[in-house]
């Protein structure tokens, strides 16, 4: 059907961003220096589906898939691939044997409500290239106020010094909008980051395109 001379442009279905952070920690390990973090993301209703990367000036290496289904009432469930082709020993990415593979397979859920929000991850296999050793396990507990974010996060097994749960990453997040033009702001973000189990400390900063 015809829609005059000018047809209003659909929204689409897709979505690109990009991160660019001082340095990778994650679940207070500290994975490599500054890095470019790009995303592709397909929605649909509450269903969501994408891959995510990650490439530091030192050369590690990320590339992971995921699908989630958000539902109405704040849950999510999830599973994600987590790929690491940087690893020594476990570049090939048809390898998912538990001696030499590269990938990570972990389930994912959680759920939000008035700014508090609880998650939960599993990791299914063992692989030696990644390190997972199969039932690692991650709990996240966030509350999130106007641009400030508490985190309280642990887990056993690959998060871990010596395998056993314990608390990785404590901290808190404050975003703001940095204004570049009258009609341009880049969201920035800073956090701090405490690992106890490894004893560390990191101060992140993150811009998002």
Known sequence: MGCGIICPESES???ASADFVSSY??????????????????????????AWGAASFDG?????????????????????????????????????????GSHIFELNGGYEISGLS???NYVLNETGGAGSAGGDAYIEVGYAYRDINLFVEGGDGLQTEEGNFTITH?????????????????????????N???ERFYIVAAISL
Request: hydrophobic content about 45%.
């Open 170 to 194: 404590i901290g808190i997040g404050v975003m703001k909008e940095l204004k570049i033009t009258l009609s341009f702001t880049l969201p920035v973000t800073c956090r701090a980051i405490l």
């Open 13 to 15: 279905n897709w979505s």
């Open 196 to 198: 106890p189990d490894r």
């Open 118 to 120: 609880l998650a939960a």
């Open 60 to 100: 590690n290496l990320e590339a992971d898939l995921f699908a989630y289904y958000t539902f109405g009432f704040g849950l999510m469930l999830g599973i994600t691939d987590y790929y690491l082709p940087s690893v020594e020993g476990g570049n090939d990415y048809f390898d998912l044997s538990k001696g030499s």
């Open 25 to 50: 920690v994650w679940r207070g390990l500290y994975l490599s220096n500054a890095a470019v973090q790009p995303a592709l993301t397909f929605s649909s209703g509450g269903f969501s589906a994408g």
